[in-house]
């Protein structure tokens, strides 16, 4: 009985070991003069609006109706299983993205002169994220592009 209960003790600590890696979510996001916040010096971000290339990733392109194009981005995003809408504004769209245990915040502003939504997307927790942000991404425009001729 003593074995059982040691074993329920530890499999319970590492279970909430293991819920810490979500971490809080970040107080300093969100479109600011038309930008977003930029990435921190570890390798775990990218974004369509540095000149840093470990971190410069392209923004969306699109063509057409800028909301159209906007909306066509908040249809991809609600569809992946991995993607929860945190806010939703007109020109600006912010998600948590979900890697097994992690965490991720990713962040779309539309640029309405340039044609393009921006892009960021970073972990919360850790150093590197092995290039998961960039891929997840580069997912997301593949997404976006195959629906614009549809």
């Given at each position: 009985?003593?074995?059982?209960?040691?074993?329920?003790?530890?499999?319970?600590?590492?279970?909430?070991?293991?819920?810490?890696?979500?971490?809080?979510?970040?107080?300093?996001?969100g479109a600011k003069a038309g930008l977003l916040a930029p990435c921190p010096n570890s390798p775990n971000c990218v974004s369509s609006q540095t000149e840093n290339e470990r971190h410069r990733i392209a923004p969306l392109a699109f063509s057409g109706d800028p909301d159209a194009a906007f909306a066509r981005l908040k249809l991809v995003v609600s569809g992946r299983s991995d993607t929860t809408i945190v806010d939703d504004s007109p020109d600006y769209l912010r998600v948590e993205l979900r890697t097994m245990l992690f965490v991720d915040d990713g962040e779309f502003l539309l640029d309405r002169t340039n044609a393009v939504i921006h892009v960021r997307s970073a972990s919360r927790l850790g150093y590197s994220d092995l290039g998961k942000n960039r891929s997840r991404l580069e997912e997301i425009r593949g997404q976006f592009l195959a629906l614009e001729g549809k």
């Open positions: 009985m003593k074995n059982i209960t040691a074993r329920i003790v530890v499999m319970t600590l590492g279970l909430l070991g293991l819920a810490g890696c979500a971490g809080e979510r970040p107080h300093n996001l």
